[in-house]
């Protein structure tokens, strides 16, 4: 769970958590996120972690990811299944081909795909996405490039041991 609240002292964080814990018991952290600005952005920059390690752990199309707050995730996974599945049947990667998953999140759209293409290349502009991004890609062995691809390099090279692990093709 994840709560916005303006820059002064939350009142009663502690009480909140204990709550939320007891209501709901599969809670995996509690954060809160200040947003002392007056825009149309919903998160600031700062978080708290008020309770548990500050992330969530999923998998999907047989990628296990790790999530902050400010990660972008579709909570819909089956529906996002079977569009990543559509998404690597039309692309129709082969092992020759440079894959670039452009506006990246955590990295699971490229990531599904990458047992078909010779390189993944992701681009994200989220420092907190970024950092998402290189640590599934670890938590599927993959190695990371020398070289930056823009200013927010993701997954590179796949070792040539790495076993296949591709999102469930749809019919």
Not at 99 to 104: A, F, H, K, S
Request: charge should be negative.
């Amino acid at each position: 769970m994840s709560g916005v609240h303006p820059p002064e002292p939350a009142p009663h964080a502690d009480a909140l958590c204990t709550r939320l814990r007891e209501q709901f018991a599969d809670i995996a952290t509690i954060l809160l996120n200040v947003n002392s600005k007056n825009t149309n952005v919903i998160l600031g920059t700062e978080t708290h972690t008020l309770y548990g390690p500050g992330y969530i752990e999923d998998t999907l199309c047989g990628v296990p990811v790790q999530l902050g707050p400010l990660s972008f995730y579709q909570v819909n996974t089956l529906a996002a299944e079977r569009l990543y599945g559509i998404a690597a049947q039309y692309a129709q990667l082969t092992p020759d081909d440079l894959l670039l998953d452009l506006y990246c999140g955590a990295g699971t759209i490229g990531l599904s795909m990458a047992d078909h293409c010779r390189e993944l290349v992701g681009v994200e502009i989220v420092p907190e996405a970024i950092e998402s991004a290189k640590a599934n890609a670890a938590r599927m062995g993959m190695l990371w490039p020398q070289r930056a691809a823009s200013s927010a390099p993701m997954p590179g090279r796949r070792p040539r041991s790495w076993p296949p692990r591709a999102c469930t093709q749809t019919s």
